[in-house]
Every structure is written in C-alpha cells, then in structure tokens.
C-alpha cells in the first residue's frame, strides 16, 4: 500500500496563476481532508469530504476549491493564487472511525 | 468548541533527560486526543491516542502519555531522549465533524 500520496511535491507559482494538487489514497477511506502548514500555526483546516461526491468547508477555505469525484482521490485548487497561500499543504484520510488520520507528505508551494 | 494549547513552543532537553510536552485541552464532551510528530521536512506520524479506553496511553518509540481530565490535561512524557526525539510535536484534539484540530506545535531540541 502506497498510503496517502501527493502530487506535486514542490511547486512554484506567480500570483494569480491557477494550479490543482492531487491527494490519492489506496486504503479505501471515506474521509479525507486538506490542511496548510504555517509557521506557528500548527495545521489549519481548508476543506474536507466525508465521501464520494460530498465536500464542506473548514476553517480558512477561503481561495481555494476543492472536489472528490472518485472515493480514492480529493483535489484542492487554487483558482488565483496569491501570495498568502504560500505554505505547506497536507492531505490527509481516515476510516468513519475511528479518529486516526493517516497523512501525505506534504506539497510545498511558494507564490511569487 | 475544541481547542488544544500547548504551553511551550519550544522545549530544550539534554540526550538521556526526561521529556515533558505540555498540552491542555477544551472541550464539551469526551474527547479523542492524539499526539503527532513531525521531523524537519517530513509529514505527520502517530505517535498515540487517546479514545477513553485507558487513562495512561502508550505511544512509538517509548513516548507516552496520561489523560487526565480533571486538569484537562494531556502532556507526553519520555523517561530518557535521544538524539532522534528531536522534532515538532502536535497536540491535537478530535473535532465534532471528523477533521482534528491542531495545537500550534512544540519544537522539541535535544543536546548532545
């Protein structure tokens, strides 16, 4: 089992430049979720999804859109990035219980 | 709500010292707290979790934590550091819709 994967790893954009990070998961999970890492922050939720076809918002969703068209997979996009957005992204997933979520390794995007 | 505070944003330990993370908690009803680990440049691990079966909650690589509510507290204690310990860690409390809500992280530092 590859596990929670991200794609891409590493991404640099200029403002108001669009771009769309993949989270897939192989453990057959119903939720998932999108978290940024800023320094001092801990993670903050953006979005999330407690199934196929269903999305909701978390704590700072604000510029960013999400969809989960396939159970496996959770897209996060960035209509018009701006500067503020710089951070570390994590997806992450879990069963309807319990709790314990399994995360990716990150993608680090810089906007320029 | 749910809120974690973690009372020291970075704690300093010399290798074979005990190690003590402070976290607290609030909540309404019984929660599930976790602790999660972070080594510089790298995702999210489990360290252990706290789910009301037991107050004492053994975690990896002999980290461990008690629950106690009358404090509402959840520190993480090592009997003995090493040189590996050294990394973020992450108080965080299950939230009502599934997500977890982060603490904003203790950098732990170990001296040779």
């Known amino acids: 089992n590859a596990g929670v994967t991200q794609t891409p790893k590493f991404r640099v954009l200029k403002t108001g430049q669009s771009m769309t990070l993949l989270c897939a998961q192989d453990?057959?999970?119903?939720?998932m979720y999108w978290y940024r890492q800023d320094p001092g922050m801990g993670l903050r939720l953006i979005h999330y999804?407690?199934?196929?076809?269903?999305?909701a918002k978390g704590e700072v969703p604000d510029g960013y859109n999400v969809s989960r068209l396939k159970k496996q997979n959770f897209l996060l996009g960035l209509e018009s990035a701006a500067p503020s957005q710089t951070s570390v992204y994590f997806c992450?997933?879990?069963?309807?219980?319990?709790?314990?979520?399994?995360f990716g390794p990150g993608t680090r995007l810089t906007v320029t | 709500a749910q809120s974690v505070t973690q009372l020291d944003s970075h704690v300093s330990v010399s290798e074979g010292t005990p190690v003590l993370l402070r976290c607290n908690y609030s909540?309404?009803?019984?929660?599930?707290l976790f602790w999660y680990v972070q080594h510089p440049n790298k995702g999210l691990q489990l360290l252990l979790k706290?789910?009301?079966?037991?107050?004492l909650v053994k975690g990896i690589n002999g980290f461990e934590a008690e629950f106690k509510k009358s404090e509402t507290s959840f520190h993480l204690t090592k009997p003995s550091a090493h040189m590996s310990d050294a990394a973020e860690y992450f108080c965080?409390?299950?939230?009502?819709?599934?997500?977890?809500?982060f603490g904003k992280g203790t950098k732990l530092s170990v001296k040779p």
């Open positions: 992450a997933s879990r069963r309807r219980s319990p709790y314990e979520q399994y």
């Open positions: 453990m057959n999970h119903e939720y």
């Open positions: 999804s407690v199934g196929e076809g269903t999305t």
């Open positions: 909540s309404s009803y019984s929660p599930s």
């Open positions: 706290y789910t009301s079966a037991a107050t």
């Open positions: 965080v409390h299950g939230g009502s819709q599934g997500n977890l809500i």
